[in-house]
Structures are given as structure tokens and as C-alpha cells.
């Protein structure tokens, strides 16, 4: 889809509040996501609802209704007529429709041999503002996200390590970013024990990419650790059919960095960025880690297996450990679809958020604000930190079913290096819709590209 600023002579689209159209009161409320089409006039009135409930997301979620309604007709171009719109022709409003309209075009159809219809190629838009610059780079953050979505959503026989650390090479080294690709010997060899007890399990070969935009001179950079699962069975503690079979989207976190990346790099933000995913497969075997067994770090430390399901916080120890000691980071974030009770916590609708970094996590709060995508602080409290205790190792990697989230992000924490600024976010109900909400189909949503863009773009110079 393209985003001009112009006045073309498409089918115009009005957007109007509630009891606004005097003329078309019979037919057209201006209720938020009411659509009118009025073909004789070449015109579709879009309703808002009432003035004082306008905001981004009702905007947004206008524009996108509007760009469902005109997929499967025979529409390529429309203008949207701002100029008779005063009250959302602005900056902010104009980013809000471009988004609704861009996310409406997002179908997943990779496996439909018909694909989905999505006719509309251009909007103009018709306007006393013109922010295309803004516009431009809004669109390429949006595309950053669509390739997070598509590589959530695609299925484990498509996306496995191997797979998984091609594509990031491919797609992000186009883009200026340096992708570098460890393979098995390699991993072995820079003592990632833990990531490599999880990963021994299934044939696929595990990967460990690092991925490194330097645009901002010698300052510290971002590292960006990503939960790289491609599938979860949970091994020996092997989980449910019905709790498995959604679990290619375990490599949520990975794709959400990945996505980071390719936004920044694509909007060259003057910063420096470091993103890594520890990348493999959770199964069973006969050469599978199993419950008890005691492995080692690249921390050093000695965890007791109390779950192999708890698997995401082995491979996320090994990859904090190696990011925060290898590149000093001025903040080390990782994100991972880690735990089942951020679920039963939050929901879909927000990510859980742990971190030793007050400091960190408000720079963390403003840009997921200026994202509009929603997280929330849990406490990172000592009284927790007992549930993590083993008997027989330095800790284990399950503390049980209380305090689930913490507990999880906690242990993660143990493997940063002292003094690291750290935030961890547990993206396990919001990176996958088990329903449609807001402008997102059920499945996977890319979450947190877009606060990631917004935070590289604060640490930027
Ligand atoms: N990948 C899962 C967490 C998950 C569950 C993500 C549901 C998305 C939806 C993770 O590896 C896991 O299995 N966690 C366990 C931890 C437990 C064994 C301590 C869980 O949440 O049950
Ligand atoms: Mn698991
Ligand atoms: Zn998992």
C-alpha cells in the first residue's frame, strides 16, 4: 500500500463524529465503526463516535474497519478528505489512519493455496498537514512488524534455527546490519552449556545469531535478547497436545528484535543496537535433558532442571550472560513468551515487566506509550527470590506455580553481569492472539517493535 499527500479524484472518504451528517442522518450515526458508502457521490463516511472519545486507538481502529470494508471491493485508490475533517487533520491523527489502514492489509494467507483479497494499493491523503516524513517512517517500522508477525505465524516446519538465522541474515544484512551466525561446534565452544542442554534434543541443528547495527559512534549500545524457542513441547515435561500446538510462536521475543532491528536499520537511527536469539528446538528424545538433571552456564553457574518446560529462561541465561559481558550495554532488555501465568496475570493485553532499573524502565514507559502498546511493572522483590533455590545446584530453573512471572524473569536476571542495566518483558500473551483484538487478527501480533523503534530512537544522538 502507498501513502501519498494529495488531493486525487478517488473514492473520497469523510470521517465524521457522532450526529455530524445532518444529510445522511437516516442512514449514518457517526457511531465509532459505522461505515456508510454513498456510491453515487463517490464517497464512504467513516464514523468516530463522539468528539471527546477521540484518541489514536479509536482512530486507528476506524481507519482499519474502513480498510476491511474496502479489501474485497473493487477499490485500488482512495483520498481521504482531511481537509473537511479539521479536528483530525494533524500529525498524530494522520499516523493513526496510516497505521489503521496498514494493519488492515495484513492477512496471513502463506499457507492458503487463495490468497486473501486486498485490493486498495493507494491512499491519498488530502490534507493541510503533510507529514510524509513521518509517514514514511511509520510505514517502515509497520513493515518491520509484518515480518516479526509472518515469522511468528509461520509453523515450525517452516521456521526452525536454521531456517530462522538465514532469513535474519538475509533480510537484516540488505539493511546495513552485521548478522553473524554461530553454528553447533561454535556454540559448544563459547561454553553456552545451558542453551546447548535444551537445544540437544532435536535434530534440527541449534543457531545463535548476533546481530549488530553500529550507527552511533563509540557510545554503549542497546542489547536486545530475544527468546528463540522455534518449538516447545516442554521435553520430558512434556506439555498438553492443546498447550503444544500453538508453540512455534515460542520464538515470539526473537522475532520481535528481529523486527527492532529491521526498523531501525531501515529508518537509520543514529544508535548503536546489538540483538541476539539463542535459537532451538524444546523436545523429547533420546539424547533430550531431562526433570533432575544438573547442567552448567556460561555464567558458570549450576541449575537444577526442575522442568525441562521451563526452557526459555536456560537459553535466555546463556544469551544475557554472553550480551551483557560482551558488549556493556547502556541496557540490556530481553523478551521472551516465557511463562504461562503472565497469561493468567495480564491476559493478551499486557506485557509483564521485570526489571533492577527504575531508571530504565521509564525510558522503557515512555516509548511503549508513544508506541501505544501496553506494559506492566511486576516487582522484582527478594521475598521471591527464595522460590528459585535448589537443594542440590546454585538454583533452579522452575519456582513454582506462585509468582510464576517473576520467579522466571528473576532467574533470567541471575545471569546478567552486575551493575547491567536490565529490563526482562514477558511477551507470552501479547505476542499471540488466541482471538481477534483491536486491529489484530488472532495469531501473531509482532508486539513491542514498535516501543523498541521508539527507545533506540530516544538513546539516539
Ligand atoms: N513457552 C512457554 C510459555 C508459554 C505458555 C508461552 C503459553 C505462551 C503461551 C514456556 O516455555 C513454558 O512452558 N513455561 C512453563 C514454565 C513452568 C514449567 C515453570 C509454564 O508457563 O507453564
Ligand atoms: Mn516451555
Ligand atoms: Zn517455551
Known sequence: MKFKFNDDQAFQV????????????????????????VLCQNLILVGLGSKEDLD???????????GKYIADKDCKAITLNLKESPEI???????????????????????????????????????????????EELVNVLEAQTIARDL???????????????????ELEKLGVNVKVYNKEEIEKMNLKAFMEVAKGSDKEPKFIVMEYLNGGDEKPLVLVGKGLT???????????????????????????????????????????????????NLVSGRAYKPGDVISSLAGKTIEVDNTDAEGRLTLADAVCYGSTKYQPRLLIDLAT????C??????????VITNSEESFADLQEAADKAHEKIWMLPNDDAFKEL????????KNSGGRLGGTITAGQFVGEFVKEGTNWIHMDIAGTAYLSSSYDCFDEGATGVHVKTLYKLAKKYSK
Not at 152 to 170: C, F, G, H, M, Q
Not at 338 to 341: D, P, V, Y
Not at 388 to 395: L, T
Request: negative net charge.
Open 89 to 135: 487533520d494533524k500529525d498524530e491523527c494522520i499516523l493513526a489512519l496510516v497505521e489503521g489502514l496498514f494493519l488492515s492489509s495484513y492477512n496471513f494467507d502463506f499457507y492458503k493455496t487463495e490468497k486473501c483479497d486486498f485490493n486498495l494499493e493507494t491512499v491519498n491523503i488530502n490534507s493541510n498537514t503533510n507529514n510524509l516524513d513521518q509517514v
Open 231 to 281: 518449538y516447545d513441547a516442554g521435553g520430558y515435561s512434556l506439555k498438553p497436545s492443546n498447550g503444544m500446538k500453538t508453540m512455534n510462536s515460542d520464538m515470539g521475543g526473537s522475532a520481535t528484535v528481529i523486527g527492532a532491528m529491521a526498523a531501525i536499520a531501515k529508518n537509520q537511527v543514529k544508535t548503536n543496537v546489538v540483538a541476539i536469539v539463542a535459537a532451538c528446538e
Open 14 to 37: 469523510k470521517f465524521a463524529f457522532t450526529n455530524s451528517e445532518k444529510e445522511y442522518a437516516e442512514f449514518f450515526k457517526g457511531e465509532k465503526g459505522e461505515i456508510l458508502p
Open 152 to 170: 511468528v505465524n509461520k509453523r515450525s516446519n517452516d521456521i526452525y534455527p536454521e531456517s530462522l538465522a538465514n532469513y535474519t541474515k538475509e
Open 388 to 395: 528459585n533455590k535448589s537443594k542440590v545446584a546454585d538454583i
Open 56 to 66: 489514536y486507538l479509536s482512530l486507528r481502529l476506524a481507519a482499519n474497519k474502513l
Open 343 to 352: 497469561l493468567v496475570a495480564l491476559g493478551e493485553r499486557f506485557s509483564g
Open 338 to 341: 516465557l511463562t504461562g501465568a
